[in-house]
């Protein structure tokens, strides 16, 4: 079946540097996508999303790309902090499908 | 505005014994999620409602598992009788529903459940 995977299980990344979080994607009639951080013992919380009539998108220290051609996604974290330690999702949906469907997840940890 | 409201947030029980989740979506939100997350993993759609209206059911195992969503609003996921391997996070999750481009589902805390 369709699914949504990572390609790194875990990422490690030095206080203030830059994080890249990649994700692939299979189903080719998916128009919309989400990055989830969650954080230990919480649910997955909102970082930023995606629709497929763009291929990038800012927000407050983290971009998102998509490239559709191959079906890749990927989530940049400017800066990062101890904060940003958590699990990465991606999901992937489509127009007129509530269905989200997740990938495994990318562990991030923050070295201080 | 309150998030999506999860109870309890932990249960330990035997196996072969009944458990029950519930779940208070965002207010107006029409779609109702559970999803089930096991360690190391990401979340798995177990039913999806659009109100009252069970849409998406495929992956809930019908022999032990029930929901309901009664008046659209609350939810209530059972496993009746838990298995061991049903240890895991059950997740609920909301978004405005069917007709609304599509926009982020909201999670909340999730339920930790362990069957010993």
């Known amino acids: 079946g369709e699914s949504v995977g990572l390609h790194l299980p875990t990422l490690s990344v030095q206080e203030g540097d830059n994080s890249i979080i990649n994700c692939a994607y299979s189903n080719s009639a998916s128009d919309y996508f989400i990055w989830y951080k969650q954080e230990s013992g919480k649910g997955p919380q909102f970082i930023i999303d995606i629709r497929s009539n763009m291929d990038k998108r800012q927000g407050q220290r983290v971009t998102v790309l998509l490239n559709k051609t191959v079906k890749h996604l990927s989530l940049q974290i400017a800066a990062t902090q101890p904060g940003d330690s958590a699990v990465y999702f991606c999901?992937?949906?489509?127009?007129?499908?509530?269905?989200?469907?997740f990938g495994t997840g990318t562990r991030l940890t923050i070295i201080p | 505005e309150a998030g999506v409201v999860q109870s309890p947030r932990y249960k330990i029980i035997e196996k072969k014994q009944p458990v029950a989740f519930w779940c208070n979506p965002i207010?107006?939100?029409?779609?109702l999620y559970w999803y089930r997350q096991n360690l190391g993993q990401g979340p798995e759609l177990l039913i999806r409602?659009?109100?009252?209206?069970?849409?998406?059911d495929s992956q809930l195992p019908k022999d032990r598992f029930s929901a309901e969503r009664l008046k659209g609003v609350d939810s209530t996921l059972k496993i009746q009788p838990a298995e061991l391997g049903d240890s895991a996070v059950y997740l609920c999750a909301s978004s405005p529903g069917q007709g609304k481009m599509n926009t982020e589902a909201f999670f909340g805390q999730g339920t930790r459940l362990t069957v010993v």
């Open positions: 999901a992937e949906t489509y127009f007129g499908n509530e269905k989200l469907t």
């Open positions: 409602y659009e109100n009252e209206e069970a849409v998406d």
């Open positions: 207010s107006g939100h029409n779609t």
